[in-house]
């Protein structure tokens, strides 16, 4: 004589197997294709190595990913975790928030993702930009160079806060004003994050500096 599960249709036989219960995340993707691509850019990031923010980026053109980048020292270089980048071995001692990113050897992830393509000779012009955080005033403007259309980032960046209000709001203003020109402009994905307290610095500015180029420690 048969047992239940053996008269169970097949059906029902996967609908009561719990390997069998799809993951929330493969739905949510497969809804919204923005999801779909940053949660790759997630999964990218946990190759990043930085004392303060691990960001992951993936360029997409047509709907197919074309390059993918984290930050982090140069190829062939002392990761930063272990100490090969002077400045982010000391962001706490020497070197106040803003200061000496002319001595950073880190790569930012859109940088990486960038050079990868034109490495290997692909073509990223009307392509979009997936990255787990904000861009920089110089990724941004490297973007906008090669013809990036689009940017879709997760968490927020603000460049370093001036003593002077005057200040900045002026360099809101410029800022603001690299983002306006990307074709299809620049958008805030809201997607929850698990690792969240691990990929975004804590560290917040006490003395209100910047460098040249705008940039916060990441």
């Known amino acids: 004589m048969s047992n239940e599960k053996e008269l169970a249709r097949p059906e029902e036989q ?8 799809e993951p929330e995340m493969a739905g949510m993707t497969r809804a919204d294709r923005d999801k779909y691509f940053m949660a790759i ?5 946990l ?30 270089m002392v990761n930063c975790l272990d100490g090969g980048c002077l400045r982010c071995s000391n962001r706490d001692q020497k070197f106040k928030s803003g200061e000496a990113y002319d001595l950073c050897i880190c790569v930012h992830a859109e940088q ?7 490495r290997f000779g692909i073509a990223i012009q009307d392509s979009t930009v997936y990255t787990t955080l904000r861009p920089c005033f110089g990724c941004a403007k490297e973007m906008l ?7 879709v980032y997760l968490h927020e960046w603000v460049p370093v806060a001036e003593a002077d209000p005057l ?4 360099k809101q203003r410029e800022y603001e004003k690299l983002f306006l020109r990307f074709g299809d402009g620049l958008h805030h ?5 698990p690792d969240q307290s691990w990929a975004c610095s804590k560290k917040t500015p006490k003395v209100m500096v910047s460098d040249e180029h705008g940039m916060q420690d990441q």
Request: aromatic residues 2%; contains cysteine.
């Open 14 to 21: 996967k609908a009561s197997d719990p390997s069998r219960v």
């Open 41 to 45: 850019a997630m999964a990218v990031r």
């Open 47 to 76: 190759r990043a190595n930085c004392k303060g923010n691990r960001v992951g980026v993936v360029i997409v053109k047509d709907h197919r990913i074309v390059s993918t980048g984290y930050n982090g020292t140069p190829s062939h």
């Open 112 to 118: 990486n993702a960038i050079l990868a393509a034109a």
């Open 145 to 151: 160079q090669v013809g990036v259309r689009r940017v």
């Open 167 to 170: 200040m900045n709001e002026k």
């Open 189 to 193: 994905l809201e997607m929850d994050d």
